[in-house]
């Protein structure tokens, strides 16, 4: 199953006041794990950057006066998605951002019923705990010590670890793990591999001429019983 966990970093909080996507990260997912593969972006917003913004991610108008506008990267950014559902945070800001970037660009808008809300889901597993991602990065022993500012891409990392612990994380290697331990342990004990044990059938098992004799015996005191029968 391939996912794509999404995050964006923008000028302000909302598109319909003029407000633009300044960065887009995306991390691949197959089965809840990252691949490895990434989409990495940052945009030149055609407008200014308010201050409050800047101190959020630390993107100013000058780093992204050089930088592509949306359309020219748009047809990377779709294929990279693809039809896969879409891993966010807060999810509903980040897709109508990006929602309002392709309709400026004359493409249709991502359906909403395709992302899948962490916030929510935290606040489910967990009611009343925070569920802000640096909350989350904590409660699972995540390493966000590289985040001092927010960034599209390293926040998408950090939230694809989140995602799978929420998940239940790596439970369904659990078994191979286990194995792999005992194994481990079994050759630092010994000082030698240790070696698959080859399957052996059980010895049949008779009674002795002695314990038929007991056997018999005790059916002597029974009122026809069933053992006899046959």
């Known amino acids: 199953m391939r996912e794509i966990v999404l995050d ?30 990434h989409f990495h972006v ?13 101190r959020v991610h630390g993107l100013t108008e000058e780093f ?3 930088k592509p506008v949306f359309a020219q990267v748009v047809d990377d950014f779709l294929t990279f998605i693809g039809d896969a559902p879409l891993i966010a945070h807060n999810a509903s800001f980040d897709i109508n951002f990006v929602n309002a970037e392709l309709v400026r660009s004359g493409f249709l808008p991502l359906d909403k019923m395709r992302a899948i809300d962490t916030v929510q889901i935290a606040r489910r597993k967990f009611p009343g705990a925070p569920a802000s ?3 989350l990065c904590k409660r699972f022993g995540v390493d966000a010590s590289a985040r001092q500012l927010h960034g ?4 998408a990392q ?11 994380g790596r439970q369904p290697g659990l078994a191979m793990d286990t194995l792999a331990a005992v194994t481990n342990a ?9 070696t698959p044990r080859s399957f052996r059938a059980p010895r049949p098992h008779a009674a ?12 002597d005191k029974l009122k026809d019983p069933i053992w006899r029968t046959n």
């Open 8 to 37: 964006t970093e923008t000028t302000g909080l909302d598109p319909l006041m003029g407000h633009r996507v300044v960065e887009i990260g995306c991390v691949e997912l197959v089965n809840h794990i990252a691949t490895g593969q």
């Open 42 to 54: 940052y945009l030149n917003p055609e407008r200014d950057m308010p201050a409050e913004a800047a």
């Open 64 to 66: 992204l006066a050089d």
């Open 133 to 135: 991602l640096d909350a």
């Open 152 to 155: 599209a891409l390293l926040d």
């Open 158 to 168: 950090l939230l694809a670890e989140v995602y799978l612990e929420l998940r239940g």
């Open 186 to 194: 079994t050759e630092e004990t010994t000082g030698q591999a240790a």
């Open 208 to 219: 002795t001429d002695e314990e038929l004799s007991a056997h018999n015996a005790f059916l």
